[in-house]
């Protein structure tokens, strides 16, 4: 309904208009030439600057141009206007051909329409215009962007578009607009630009050089030192950045298995599944979110959280009280038996919901990032799971501090014969240590479901790297599963820009193997009388 009140409105601003100047023959041709009459059209239309053009551009773009014996109409809404004369046209004809273009002309109307955003009066309408022509905008559109230069008001738009001014200056016919557009490129941080200044000193097979003029050539220069500059920089931001995000998800899928194989020495190859168990919490809750109060959908993640937790601790308590307790002391058996453990909640999870990945999709808040630099784009679900990783890890470390369960659990660690003799419950401790542990298995799957499928073999991308965290941190050691992990994370993603994912982790893998050679209890030694006996 909105649409088409915004659509009456602009039909009955155009059909008002008195001073209907627009130039008829480059409208003709828009209407009736070829390809290359089409482009020129477009390009002198939008060279007058007319707001009215948009009009016409947006309807040959919407499939609402037609032509009508010698008429050519815009017809929307069974609402006729001439597009030569701005005159209503009422009865519409019955005989009139709709207006074909291909895909030459769609690309270049696209362009022209986000050339005339430039100049509306909404704030948006221009950022996403000035974003379009950022490393799209055409020597025709220089009036144009000269003119929204001029009424821009908005510090940041007016420095993008004097950036994209410079662009097109760069082929003036005057040596003082090219020499101010070569340095005023010097302050870009775009991949664009560096390819059009590496265009003015490239050198032909003769020899000569595509730009003659040396001064140009020399700022030229200097101008490309300054944005491979900038260039490198957001290259080291955004690798950065990419290991911070890799270590907090390796963190999180780590965090619970420090706790139970630090706590009771159980190698729990479930840990994975427990995971897996989190995102489809999280699947389940979304999915309830859309059918029953899809008004509240952006709010189904908050609601998730404690979910995935609980069905994961829930599970892992299960397992403790079921399976492992009968296997203290036995590392062998409980491998093989959680191992089938994870199996059959593989199975089960495709019995459930299918072999095939499911979907989980980001709330309206955690879509799109924040752009720092032109190439370096920080995703916010990226950014939010950094942060849960920091606040998990924050209440973890409360909990097992400050709390009487972390008393007990951190007296059980260091010494459990001993725990027990002080009427420390143990077996207890071990069913709440445990699910602790799974829990936080399951916030590892509901930040997981945030960033990729959801499928019954998520866990296992996790589990090998999982346990190769708490080893190397130093297995009980909070601290050091916490710099391993984002250790891990850095490092893997540095040599992944080196010598690609495969070589990274065979390169991870033997440096963990070399160290715990070197230094079997790991970055931080587990301290405690039983320890040292």
Not at 23 to 32: I, N, P, Y
Not at 203 to 227: N, T
Not at 485 to 505: F, P, T, Y
């Amino acid at each position: 309904m909105r649409a088409l009140i915004s659509s009456l409105l602009l039909w009955l601003a155009i059909a008002a208009s008195s001073a209907w100047a627009l130039d008829q023959d480059a409208v003709r041709k828009l209407a009736t030439g070829d390809s290359d009459e089409r482009t020129a059209a477009i390009a002198a239309l939008l060279a007058e600057g007319d707001t009215r053009t948009s009009g016409i551009l947006q309807a040959m773009h919407d499939a609402e141009l037609f032509i009508a014996g010698d008429r050519i109409l815009i017809v929307r809404n069974d609402i006729g206007i001439d597009a030569l004369t701005g005159a209503t046209v009422s009865p519409l004809p019955e005989a009139r051909d709709e207006v074909a273009i291909n895909n030459r002309v769609r690309r270049e109307l696209t362009a022209a329409l986000a050339a005339l955003n430039l100049l509306s009066a909404d704030p948006k309408e221009r950022r996403s215009a000035v974003a379009t022509l950022t490393d799209g905008a055409e020597a025709t559109m220089l009036p144009l962007v000269r003119k929204a230069i001029e009424t821009e008001t908005i510090p940041d738009l007016k420095a993008a578009l004097e950036m994209v001014r410079a662009k097109l200056e760069i082929s003036s016919g005057e040596r003082a607009v090219r020499l101010a557009a070569i340095n005023k490129l010097g302050d870009s941080d775009s991949p664009t630009t560096k390819t059009l200044l590496l265009t003015l000193l490239a050198k032909s097979p003769e020899g000569q050089y595509a730009e003659p003029d040396a001064g140009l050539r020399a700022a030229a220069e200097q101008s490309l030192r300054k944005v491979e500059g900038r260039l490198a920089w957001a290259g080291r931001i955004g690798l950065a950045f990419s290991g911070l995000s890799l270590g907090s998800v390796l963190l999180l899928a780590a965090l619970g298995l420090a706790i139970t194989y630090g706590l009771m020495g159980v190698i729990n190859m479930a840990h994975g599944e427990l995971i897996m168990i989190g995102a489809y919490a999280t699947y389940v809750v979304q999915t309830l979110f859309q059918s029953y109060a899809p008004d509240a959908f952006g709010w189904y993640l908050p609601v998730a959280i404690p979910v995935a937790f609980a069905v994961a601790a829930l599970v892992g308590m299960l397992l403790e009280r079921t399976v492992i307790r009968f296997l203290y002391g036995r590392p062998l058996e409980t491998l093989l038996a959680t191992w089938g453990i994870s199996l059959m909640l593989i199975q089960a999870m495709r019995t459930i919901f299918g072999a095939q990945n499911v979907q989980v999709e980001n709330p309206s808040w955690l879509s799109g990032g924040v752009e720092i630099m032109s190439n370096v784009v920080l995703p916010w679900n990226r950014i939010a799971i950094i942060c849960f990783a920091a606040m998990v890890l924050i209440g973890i470390w409360l909990l097992l501090s400050r709390s009487r369960l972390g008393l007990f659990v951190r007296g059980v660690t260091q010494n459990r014969a001993m725990a027990s003799c002080m009427g420390v419950p143990t077996a207890r401790v071990d069913t709440w240590a445990f699910g602790l542990g799974s829990g936080i298995a399951g916030l590892a799957g509901c930040a997981l479901s945030q960033i990729g499928n959801v499928g019954p073999d998520l866990g296992q991308a996790y589990i090998v790297d999982s346990f190769m965290v708490v080893v190397l941190g130093g297995v009980g050691q909070l601290a050091g599963t916490v710099y391993a992990a984002l250790g891990l994370g850095v490092v893997n993603k540095i040599l992944e820009s080196w010598s690609g994912a495969v070589l990274a982790k065979i390169a991870v893998l033997a440096f963990i193997i070399v160290f715990i050679q070197r230094r079997p209890q790991g970055m931080f030694a587990l301290k405690g009388r039983a320890v040292e006996a």
